[in-house]
């Protein structure tokens, strides 16, 4: 009998975002910080180039985005 799914993806804080760049920047790899953190190194990757690009910004949590009709319809 089958099932349905779900998969949850992991919704990490700015603060803890911000604790593994600066570990990674300390000299850790991303490779280590993967296994000790349990999170893939795409997502590791992703944080850096994110907070590389805009600082803090880069890497904050993002408000649900309101668009208008109009522009939906756009």
Do not use: A
Not at 12 to 26: A, M, W
Not at 35 to 47: A, G, L, M, V, Y
């Amino acid at each position: 009998m089958g099932g349905i799914f779900i998969i949850r993806y992991k919704k990490h804080k700015t603060e803890f975002k911000l604790k593994v760049i600066k570990e990674h920047e300390g000299g850790k790899s991303i490779n280590s910080l993967s296994k000790h953190w349990d999170i893939s190194t795409s997502q590791i990757r992703k944080w850096i180039d994110q907070y590389t690009l805009s600082g803090l910004e880069g890497i904050s949590k993002k408000g649900t985005q309101q668009y208008s009709e109009e522009f939906k319809l756009t």
